[in-house]
C-alpha cells in the first residue's frame, strides 16, 4: 500500500507540474561530474518543477541530518530544547568532527550536524512523540524505529527527494502544527546564504557517513527566497569518496543558476 501511494503521488505531482520531466541541462551537471543522483526543484505554487532522474526522485532513502529540519521543530514544541540559543553541555567524549567536541546550542548543531545533541533531544522526546509527529506531517514513511537515537541515521526512516519537496512546500506555509515560534527558530538557524535579493535556508545530510561499502548518500535539500518567487529543492546524490561532498551544494547552486532562478 505505501509504494502505491508513493506512485500516486507521483503521479499527481507530475500532473500539476507542467514542467515535471527529466531535464537535460540538470542531467549534463550530474554527467559532468560523473555523479549519479537526483534533483527537484519546484516553485511554492506548483506551477514549475524541474528535475533530473525521476525515478530515483520517487525512491525513498535514509534522510541522515536533513531530518534536523523536522527535528528541530519536533524538539522545540515538545520543550525539549527552549530555542536555538540553550546550551547543551558537551559530554567530554570526543568524537571524530572536532567542532562537536564543545557546548552546543541547536543553531550550532544544526548547521555542524552534530550527532550527539540531537540524540540525546531524541531521548528527550521518545518514539512515541516522533510516531505522532512524524504521521501527522506525512514525512516519509513515518518510521522512528528500531533505535530511537540513530532511526534517521541507519534506522528505518524513509524519504524520497519528492517527498522532501512536498514536505518543503507545507513547511514554508506553516501548514504543520507548530508553534510561529518554533517556525521562525528553524528558518534564522536554516540560513546558510543571505544577500539583498536572496536568501538560501538549507540542510545536508550524508547517510551511512564513514561505512566502508558503498553507496553513501548525500542529500542538501532545503529552499530559496527571491524577490518574487519562493524555490524548493532537493537532491540526493551517491557518495563514493569525501570530495564528493562538495558538490552537493555545487550541484543545486548551478541547476538554479542554469534555470534563471539565482
Request: aromatic residues 12%; contains cysteine; proline residues 4%.
Amino acid at each position: 500500500m505505501p509504494n502505491i501511494l508513493l506512485m500516486l503521488a507521483l503521479f499527481l505531482f507530475t500532473l500539476t507540474s507542467p514542467a515535471f520531466a527529466e531535464d537535460a541541462g540538470m542531467a549534463r551537471l550530474f554527467n559532468e561530474k560523473n555523479i549519479q543522483g537526483t534533483i527537484v526543484i519546484s516553485s511554492l505554487d506548483g506551477t514549475t518543477t524541474y528535475s533530473h532522474n525521476d525515478t530515483r526522485a520517487a525512491t525513498r532513502m535514509l534522510p541522515a541530518s536533513t531530518f534536523k529540519i523536522p527535528n528541530t521543530l519536533i524538539a522545540l514544541e515538545e520543550g525539549a530544547i527552549a530555542d536555538e540559543t540553550q546550551v547543551l553541555k558537551w559530554d567530554g567524549k570526543v568524537r571524530s568532527i572536532a567542532v562537536w567536541n564543545k557546548d552546543q546550542t541547536v543553531e550550532s548543531a544544526f548547521k555542524s550536524s552534530c550527532v550527539w545533541v540531537y540524540q540525546e533531544l531524541a531521548q528527550r522526546i521518545g518514539t512515541a512523540r516522533y510516531e505522532s509527529y512524524l504521521t501527522r506531517i506525512g514525512y516519509g514513511n513515518a518510521r522512528p524505529t528500531p533505535v530511537l537515537t540513530t532511526f534517521w541515521l541507519e534506522g528505518d526512516l524513509r524519504i524520497s527527494a519528492l517527498e522532501q519537496i512536498a514536505f518543503l512546500k507545507r513547511l514554508y506555509r506553516r501548514e504543520f502544527p507548530f508553534k510561529p515560534a518554533s517556525y521562525d527558530v528553524l528558518k534564522r538557524i536554516m540560513i546558510v546564504e543571505q544577500t539583498p535579493t536572496y536568501t538560501v535556508h538549507v540542510k545536508t545530510g550524508w547517510a551511512n557517513f564513514g561505512a566502508t561499502t558503498a553507496p553513501q548518500i548525500g542529500w542538501y535539500v532545503g529552499y530559496l527566497e527571491t524577490k518574487g518567487n519562493v524555490w524548493l529543492f532537493a537532491l540526493n546524490m551517491d557518495i563514493s569518496k569525501p570530495a564528493d561532498a562538495g558538490l552537493r551544494q555545487k550541484i543545486v547552486m548551478e541547476a538554479l543558476k542554469s534555470k534563471g532562478i539565482l
